[in-house]
């Protein structure tokens, strides 16, 4: 939207009508949308919004959401980083955006058919009664659901309007058959020009020249967000324009921008949630290690740079990585200190939890990985997606295999520590390079289910690696028992445990990872790719079984992974008889789970230290003291709300505060830890 109605007066400003004020450009954007409001034929249904990070696509988002609630239209948002991964769990989830009323269904009882079909039951309903948009933002993030959200979007109402967004347009099916073409309009989304820059900077600041326009538009080269940072650091201090000359510029604007949060506290938070993947008040408080208070946090989260995201909030990734890598050159130690107080923090929310579908997994992976897990998998963002094996993509499954065998070459692989920048290597052969192809039949492992061989495409389209990941259920156990790379494992498992493994499909009883093969080892996308989705796997399933080649790094991915050798080790020569395979498992099924959060949490040199520490009582603030110190007296809830002149609620969350920051669970191990309390 190139032209708004002019800026009401400062006393009457909501953050709706600012937002619309500075919203610039998108003109063919938004006359398409208004368009599609109105129409209801499935041709051009849904709009793929493309364009690179920080190009203004989640901005686009909010102006057409605000467009659709003026045509009395439902618009309902999903961020791909944030909802749910597995196909039922995200039916509940859209069931009760779109009702929030809909019953609340267990869902390990729930069939996952079942859920589905309520849901677009309940997308049709709505559909039915105003106009409905289903809207994905980073779209790139979805990973393994792609396949099956294709097919869950065929199936819902062809009124409903779908919007799709992300860095990448959509490729692989979506591209190549004629029918999805017909439904998908594909929005790429440019920079802004000169006029439109010049527009933005006038209403921002109306005193400005045109040499300032001029400068600005050439250090942003319109880019959205940079052009929003300059902008901004511009106009608190106009000044300093002539110093945005370093290459760096994000690094000086981010200095610049710091400047508008002076309080020496908040700026802390700020520098606190850059190292943070998402946070919360309760995280924060705990990583700081002091109280958060509730207008600190309130302040927090309503700055431009933080967003809401599904469980959290964060700060934009440009904005985010920009402030962490300063942090890492100027106090090492305080972001390590953060960093396993993050570690610990999930650890003490994994062991009180009976859930291991949890979403807090997927962090506490991201903050447990060892120096090769950070280097190999959280390096650097970077996008693939993965594409069922079909007919439809077929012979592009043989053509990868025969290119592989005809390209393989021995390979050094390079990894870079990302804070510490201490390099490790890897020498990867050219018969090495193969293992994972060696025992891959394509038409097998289809009949045994389609589900099995995924192809990996990078950001381009092109195919970068093909795994084989088998569930574990009655349909595949009788395979697994008797073909390569598996049958030395499960072939020897005792029929009580093979019964526990046989439950009826679709449902699967865990993973077998046959193989994680890569176009090019050296390729960081790939790499990242194969560690996301083994740890995805050990996330979803509590029980993942893996016989990777018998390479240093193959052994060293899992080991960091947490993936343990039998305690009487399975070895296998099913790979080459003079290279001796091992088996991995990860069963994190019934009280294993435990063992295994405080296994993990042990590499990084945290433990369950109930019963070991001395506990710093300065970690309390002022009316903590006098809760605890009443506490240690005998003193009942009631009586301690009594003494202090505080309801019995009150008390109480205090005492929540205090067993979280001394890391107990509850009175009794709080009382058996004061003996160990210091002060200073």
Known sequence: M????????????????????????????????????????????????HGTGGAGKSFLLTEFRRLAERADARFVLMDCRTMPRNPGEFCLYLHRLIEPNARKTRRRSADPSLQKDNCVKAIREAAAKQ????????????????????????????????????????????????????????????????????????????????????????????????????????????????????????????????????????RELVEAVAVLRHFNQDLITFALQREVSASQFKALINYSFVQRSGHGWLLHDLLRDAIHRQMRLRAPDYCDRLW????????????????????????????LGDQLIRSLFFHQPSSFSLEELSPANWADAVAYMENRYLTAKTTKLSLLHPETREKTEFLLTRQHSLYGLKHIQLDELYQLDPTIVKLVRNASGAIIGLTAIIPINSQTLDYLCTKPLSAAFFSGLPESALRKLRVESPFMAGYFVKTLDAYDYADPVMMQASGLILINHLISSGYVVASPPPLPISRAIFESLGCERDTEPVIHHDYDEDAPAPVFVVDLRGHKRQAYLDRMAALSGISDRSTEETIDVNLLTGREKEVLALLMDGRSNLEIAAKLYLSETTVKKHLSHIYEKLEVRNRKQLMSKAGRMVST
Request: hydrophobic letters at 35%; one cysteine or more; charged letters at 30%.
């Open 340 to 367: 396993k107080r993050c570690i610990r923090y999930y650890y003490q929310t994994l062991k009180r939890s009976n859930d291991p579908l949890m979403r807090e997994n997927e962090d506490w992976f991201y903050y």
């Open 131 to 266: 106009k409905l948009i289903l809207a994905f933002d980073t779209f790139e993030e979805i990973g393994e659901l792609e396949h099956w959200m294709r097919e869950f979007i065929a199936g819902t109402d062809p009124a409903v309007l779908v919007i799709i967004s992300g860095r990448f347009p959509l490729r692989g099916e979506w591209q190549s058959s004629p029918a999805w073409n017909q439904l998908i309009e594909r929005l790429p989304i440019a920079e802004l020009n000169y006029e439109d820059i010049r527009s933005y900077l006038k209403r921002l600041d109306h005193e400005l020249q045109e040499e300032g326009i001029h400068y600005i538009w050439s250090m942003s080269k319109g880019h959205p967000l940079t052009l929003s940072l300059l902008a901004s650091a511009l106009h608190s201090s106009r000044k300093q324009q002539t110093h945005f000359v370093d290459e760096d510029v994000f690094d000086q604007v981010v200095d610049i921008w710091l400047k508008e949060v002076p309080d020496s506290p908040m």
């Open 2 to 49: 190139s032209i708004q109605e002019e800026l009401p007066p400062a006393g009457s400003r909501s953050i709706e009508q600012l937002e619309r004020h500075y919203f610039v450009g998108r003109k063919n954007e938004i006359r398409l949308f208004r368009k599609r409001l109105k129409e209801r034929s499935p041709k051009g249904r849904i709009l793929n919004i």
